[in-house]
């Protein structure tokens, strides 16, 4: 069974830093990209990073880039996020997810799986 | 403002077919697969059809997907109360090199 599970959320003063962690298991890890999706209180859905099964491509969402950062560690199963320089505009559920489809082609690049979540709120 | 254009509500009674509309460009709809994900009350996102078309198994065939050049479509037949949710339709674009999803469309079931 797919399993997701993010740690690392919590409240934060504008300016400061967070780490993000996501926990996969149920499927071979390196063989997925890796996405974080993000969804602030009462609106849509936020594409916010895709990081390469091998970790050598990165992707990010116009309004992340320069402050975050995602990474994985193949060893051990997980996802990371690293945000630095929030804004209280980051507030929102951040959620990992898996890519659909193992070593995804450009044309059908998705999320099929997501954790539950963990919320980030950057407040002063 | 979303990349992709989604209808904000849709509505219908038991038994009816709903249909959603997504509408966005060559760098996205024409270009890449459509997926479609339905987000229930408090719960995660979950994928409802991918690439297109396809359902993931343990998703009803009541739910269908089709796409059209720089436009996609869910439809919903034989509506039921536990259908009622936001969905989402989502693309990669080439242009912004990101994943981008449509603002979401609220069904109600009357």
């Known amino acids: 069974e797919v399993q997701l599970v993010e740690s690392g959320g919590g409240v934060v003063q504008p300016g400061g830093s967070l780490r993000l962690s996501c926990a996969a298991s149920?499927?071979?890890?390196?063989?997925?990209?890796m996405h974080w999706v993000r969804q602030a209180p009462g609106k849509g859905l936020e594409w916010v990073s895709l990081?390469?099964?091998?970790?050598?491509?990165?992707y990010y969402a116009d309004s992340v880039k320069g402050r975050f950062i995602i990474s994985r560690d193949n060893n051990k199963n997980s996802l990371y996020l690293q945000m630095n320089s929030l804004r209280t505009e980051d507030t929102a559920f951040y959620y990992c997810?898996?890519?659909?489809?193992?070593?995804?082609?450009?044309?059908?690049?998705?999320?099929?799986?997501w954790g539950q979540g963990t919320p980030v709120t950057v407040s002063s | 403002q979303s990349v992709l254009t989604q209808p904000p509500s849709a509505s219908g009674t038991p038994g009816q077919r709903v249909t959603i509309s997504c509408s966005g460009s060559?760098?996205?709809?024409?270009?890449?697969?459509v997926y479609w994900y339905q987000q229930l009350p408090g719960t995660a996102p979950k994928l409802l059809i991918y690439?297109?078309?396809q359902r993931p198994s343990g998703v009803p065939d009541r739910f269908s997907g089709s796409r059209s050049g720089t436009s996609a479509s869910l439809a919903i037949s034989g509506l039921r109360s536990e259908d009622e949710a936001d969905y989402y339709c989502?693309?990669?674009?080439?242009?912004?090199?990101?994943?981008?999803f449509g603002a979401g469309t609220k069904v109600s079931v009357l």
């Open positions: 149920g499927f071979t890890f390196d063989d997925y990209g």
């Open positions: 690439s297109n078309n």
């Open positions: 060559s760098s996205n709809i024409r270009s890449n697969y």
């Open positions: 989502a693309a990669w674009d080439d242009s912004l090199t990101g994943y981008v």
């Open positions: 997810a898996k890519d659909n489809i193992v070593a995804a082609p450009a044309y059908d690049i998705g999320v099929g799986f």
């Open positions: 990081i390469t099964g091998d970790g050598g491509i990165t």
